[in-house]
């Protein structure tokens, strides 16, 4: 392979330099600068990485050179934790997490705010579980950076070309909406990292032995109860897999794992009265995107899932309808609170846009399941019914 391919250019682009251009622009206003002058230089930018990207030969892209780019942004993250420490934060997901486990460790509903009238934890409880480790460390940014490294170690085992990979990884950590998440110690693209890999490894295995659809469930479950947006993403890649690889559900046991980890994590938390009266993430995720606008987008992810052929086309329409989502999001944020204050006043949360880029950046170069282009060969999942 010679040159870089693109998938679905148009739209992946575009969502692409829009997140990272909405950050700049908000970000940027706050050095002083203008967005008029900040935007354009950064399209420019990323429009030239692309175009050297292109034109080096693959040659130079080894393995030696992918993983260079790994350690080299690992190490200028830590450099960043340690000039940017979390408590001068002025946001809020590492107090979210310390919230969650104060109050749990004292025996309390976990989602009580540390103040009457503050915010509360909004994430499902496996998310704070996953969590724990950094929070006992007192360092949250590590618990950011597994996702990098996460998403890292899977563009790595994909059966692309270095250059692809190496490129796609340098586009990601040279994303001004990316950097800013692992300064701020967001986990957004961690959860959305860990539902791409979910399904990514659903659909390069077969369903094998009983224990393993049942594991491949238990860990379904455990994603479903990090955050409501993995609901979102998760339903129509399942109702493709029931429909074309029944498989995985013969016996029961993938659909008993699911339901066995939902049900253990989440009925300790109505032991709680507060809990069972409105103190929980329920009211938090609902109140983000209402159901009335949240269900048309899902439904009409569904009616084009059935459609879809192919994993990568898949991963390119579950990065347009969670864009779709967002955007619905963002639009009601902007309706209720006007533009200023939804955007430089944090009514409307920008960090939200990084659940695309899993999604983006993985289909952003020919995926593993169609690695000729058109008329390549199509992934199980998404064979054509007869």
């Known amino acids: 392979m010679k040159k870089i391919v693109l998938t679905s250019g148009t739209f992946l682009v575009f969502a692409y330099l829009f997140i990272n251009g909405l950050f700049v622009y908000k970000y940027g206003a706050r050095i002083g600068a203008p967005a008029f002058h900040l935007v354009p230089a950064y399209v420019l930018f990323a429009a030239g990485l692309c175009v050297i990207l292109r034109k080096m030969p693959e040659s130079i892209f080894g393995r030696s050179v992918f993983a260079a780019v790994v350690v080299l942004f690992v190490l200028v993250s830590v450099l960043l934790f340690r000039i940017k420490p979390q408590a001068v934060l002025n946001v809020d997901r590492y107090e979210m997490i310390r919230l969650f486990w104060d109050n749990a460790l004292s025996g309390k509903n976990p989602y009580l705010p540390r103040h009457e009238n503050t915010n509360i934890p909004g994430p ?7 969590a724990f480790p950094f929070y006992w460390t ?14 890292a170690a899977l563009l790595f085992s994909s059966r692309t070309c270095l250059k692809n990979k ?30 791409l890999c979910w399904m990514v490894w659903v659909e390069r295995s077969t369903p094998g032995t009983a224990s393993k659809k049942f594991c491949a469930g238990l860990l379904l479950g455990c994603l479903l109860s990090t955050r409501s947006v993995a609901w979102f993403m998760f339903a129509p890649f399942l109702a493709v897999l029931y429909r074309n690889r029944r498989g995985w559900f013969e016996g029961g046991r993938f659909s008993a794992g699911a339901f066995l980890a939902v049900l253990v994590i989440f009925l300790p938390f109505f032991f709680f009265n507060s809990f069972r009266h409105g ?11 209402p159901a009335v ?17 192919s994993f990568r086309r898949f991963l390119i329409a579950e990065a347009f309808f ?8 963002m639009g009601g ?3 209720h609170y006007g533009w200023n204050s939804a955007v430089y006043q944090h009514r409307a949360d920008i960090s939200y846009w990084l659940f ?12 593993d399941d169609d690695p000729a282009g058109e008329g390549a060969r199509v992934n199980p999942s998404f064979k054509r019914m007869g």
């Not at 992810?301 to 459609?307: N, T």
């Not at 695309?356 to 995926?367: D, E, G, M, T």
């Open 322 to 329: 969670t864009f779709f989502l967002l955007s619905a999001y």
């Open 356 to 367: 695309v880029f899993p999604f983006l950046i993985h289909a952003f170069f020919i995926a």
């Open 333 to 335: 944020k902007i309706a």
């Open 166 to 195: 190496t490129a796609a990884l340098l586009l990601l950590t040279a994303s001004p909406a990316f950097v800013y998440e692992i300064i701020c110690r967001s986990t957004v693209f961690l959860n959305a990292a860990l539902v």
């Open 138 to 151: 007192g360092e949250i940014g590590i618990f950011s950076l597994a996702g990098f490294l996460l998403f």
């Open 293 to 309: 606008v949240t269900v048309p987008i899902w439904a009409a992810f569904f009616l084009a899932s059935h459609r879809i052929r």
């Open 279 to 289: 103190v929980n993430p329920f009211r938090v995720q609902e109140s983000l995107v």
């Open 124 to 130: 499902f409880p496996f998310y704070f579980l996953l």
